[in-house]
């Protein structure tokens, strides 16, 4: 680990919270930060590449095409799920379990999704492609901000995910002008099928006439 010039001159600016962070998966081939390399997120843009090797490293490619040095690499690994004993067998034939290690007792049910900081822990290190992706000192009052927001951003897939979700539609200025005409003998039979033909699945009404 070393103490280069880059890091010491460099002068970032934190992601706000509207800023993408693709922090997942490289952004040119997808390869995830559950792989052994992990993923190096740009600490100048914020992209995300991954750095496999010598003919398939996009975060050395992204650092020469773009000047930006400073990566944090990010690695997702499972944390091990805990040993339950098993029951033993006594001499008369039954089964015993260990006392000292039989689970309390559940006095109500509860069903909730585990969090990923519950199943993963998260490893991180800042390198410097400029020094051939060399891993840098830790808690530089420089990079060290930068470093924080992008291990606690919400993730540029995510991101999206809730935009679909809070994404207001409003109505078009054909809907304000919109004029409807009154459609004599409509009845409610008269829309269980087509009046062109025998469908009855998928259709479509005409606001303006009601055909």
């Known amino acids: 680990m070393s103490l280069c010039e880059h890091a010491l001159n460099s002068r970032l600016t934190p992601p706000s919270s509207s800023t993408p962070v693709y922090k997942e998966e490289c952004t040119q081939c997808f390869n995830s930060y559950d792989m052994d390399a992990g993923i190096d997120v ?7 590449a991954c ?17 930006h040095s400073l990566s944090l690499n990010i690695r997702r690994v499972p944390k091990p799920k805990p040993s339950h004993s098993g ?21 109500k049910l509860e069903i909730r999704e585990d969090t990923d900081c519950e199943k993963y822990d998260y490893q991180t290190y800042v390198r410097c492609w400029a020094c051939s ?9 420089n990079i060290q901000p930068t470093v924080d927001a992008v291990i606690h951003a919400v993730e540029a897939s995510k991101k999206s995910e809730i935009k679909a979700w809070s994404e207001e539609v409003g109505p078009c200025e054909h809907f ?3 004029e409807q005409t009154p459609m004599t003998g409509f009845s409610l039979d008269s829309v269980h099928q087509c009046s062109k033909c025998e469908k009855r699945d998928n259709l479509w009404m005409c606001l303006g006439c009601g055909h």
């Not at 740009?42 to 995300?48: A, E, P, V, Y």
């Not at 750095?51 to 000047?67: D, E, I, T």
């Not at 029951?87 to 006392?99: F, H, L, P, R, V």
């Open 42 to 48: 740009c600490l100048t843009c914020f992209n995300g």
């Open 176 to 178: 304000d002008t919109l």
């Open 87 to 107: 029951t033993n067998i006594s001499s008369s034939g039954g089964t015993t379990a260990d006392d000292s290690e039989r689970p309390a007792k559940q006095t």
């Open 133 to 141: 992706g060399a891993k840098v000192e830790s808690g530089l009052e």
């Open 51 to 67: 750095s496999q090797g010598p003919h398939h490293n996009h975060a050395q490619q992204h650092a020469l095409k773009s000047g």
